[in-house]
């Protein structure tokens, strides 16, 4: 699983699961295999309902299912626009785990403060990019469909996703 000199590896769980978005952004990156990301869950935070994107938070117990991709240096400075880097999004290195039980040290993109401090749904248009790349690369959509669920219910409940949380 190791890459050329230039190139590294990028654990996607949200839209950039999606083919036909990654062709158009970054169309020489490769689909390397789906990975799982455990003792994470995928949530989706915004400033307002029908506004929430995608990130992952911490928490023992949970998993969250994604495609790792080789990507170019090119690729990741379009990425790096695309997720709003640094500002919206920040990279964080995580491990993943593919289906053989290997384990790999990879990027990801973490939606940063305050940004992740409000829980959201997604837009319907975004979430139905999503589930397309769970469907492409035979990722379960119900862990997509669950995420929303539980974003919705704990954007009732409360209106911080970290600080709400631990306490």
Same mark, same amino acid.
């Given at each position: 699983?190791?890459?050329?000199?230039?190139?590294?590896?990028?654990?996607?769980?949200?839209?950039?699961?999606?083919?036909?978005?990654?062709?158009?952004?970054?169309?020489?990156?490769?689909?390397?295999?789906?990975?799982?990301?455990?003792?994470?869950?995928?949530?989706?935070?915004?400033?307002?309902?029908? &506004? *929430?994107?995608?990130?992952?938070?911490?928490? =023992? $117990? !949970?998993?969250?299912? #994604?495609?790792?991709?080789? %990507?170019?240096?090119?690729?990741?400075?379009?990425?790096?626009?695309?997720?709003?880097?640094?500002?919206?999004?920040?990279?964080?290195?995580?491990?993943?785990?593919?289906?053989?039980?290997?384990?790999?040290?990879?990027?990801?993109?973490?939606?940063?403060?305050?940004?992740?401090?409000?829980?959201?749904?997604? &837009? *319907?248009?975004?979430?139905?990019?999503?589930? =397309? $790349? !769970?469907?492409?690369? #035979?990722?379960?959509?119900? %862990?997509?469909?669950?995420?929303?669920?539980?974003?919705?219910?704990?954007?009732?409940?409360?209106?911080?996703?970290?600080?709400?949380?631990?306490?």
């Amino acid at each position: 699983m190791s890459g050329t000199k230039e190139n590294s590896y990028y654990f996607a769980y949200g839209s950039n699961m999606n083919l036909d978005q990654m062709e158009f952004r970054c169309p020489a990156a490769k689909v390397v295999e789906t990975v799982r990301l455990e003792d994470y869950r995928l949530a989706f935070c915004g400033i307002q309902p029908g &506004s *929430g994107v995608a990130t992952i938070f911490p928490e =023992e $117990g !949970c998993q969250v299912e #994604g495609v790792l991709w080789e %990507i170019t240096p090119e690729c990741e400075q379009t990425l790096d626009v695309y997720e709003g880097y640094p500002r919206l999004y920040g990279k964080q290195e995580v491990r993943v785990r593919n289906k053989a039980g290997m384990q790999m040290d990879v990027m990801a993109y973490v939606m940063n403060a305050p940004y992740k401090e409000k829980l959201a749904s997604p &837009s *319907g248009l975004y979430l139905r990019g999503i589930l =397309e $790349g !769970c469907r492409e690369n #035979g990722i379960p959509t119900k %862990i997509v469909r669950d995420a929303v669920s539980w974003t919705k219910k704990e954007a009732g409940e409360h209106t911080k996703c970290r600080r709400d949380r631990e306490r």
